[in-house]
């Protein structure tokens, strides 16, 4: 099993930054971690849960949508077991919960964290 849990999510104006952590736990070990893809997803009241950030088990391909491209990155850290979102230039509607998910190759994202608030002021 794979264990998720988000944090850096918070309150903040329009124009600023955010960076969220995952960190994987449980029986994972630094093998299995870089073992699996991993991608961040957000959520807003009333609306599906999208993608906003993709990144393979290497590191090296990464994937955004056009609403965050320019503005957000993703990286990993696998000595770390982590996983990183920096969010720049963040706007209203950028306000959502978001999520830490994990897959292994070849798999749906099976693996998923609690979610962290993100909340921008305008």
């Known amino acids: 099993q794979v264990q998720l849990v988000e944090s850096g999510g918070g309150l903040v104006q329009a124009g600023g930054s955010l960076r969220l952590s995952c960190t994987a736990s449980?029986?994972?070990?630094?093998?299995?971690?870089?073992?699996?893809?991993m991608a961040w997803f957000r959520q807003a009241p009333g609306k599906e849960r999208d993608v906003v950030a993709a990144?393979?088990?290497?590191?090296?391909?990464?994937y955004y949508p056009d609403s965050v491209k320019g503005r957000f990155a993703i990286s990993r850290d696998n000595d770390k077991n982590t996983l990183y979102l920096q969010m720049n230039s963040l706007k209203p509607e950028d306000t959502a919960v978001y999520f830490c998910?994990?897959?292994?190759?070849?798999?749906?994202?099976?693996?998923w964290g609690r979610g962290t608030q993100v909340t921008v002021s305008s």
């Open positions: 990144i393979n088990w290497v590191g090296d391909s990464t």
């Open positions: 449980g029986s994972t070990s630094g093998s299995t971690f870089s073992s699996l893809a």
């Open positions: 998910a994990a897959r292994y190759p070849g798999t749906d994202y099976d693996y």
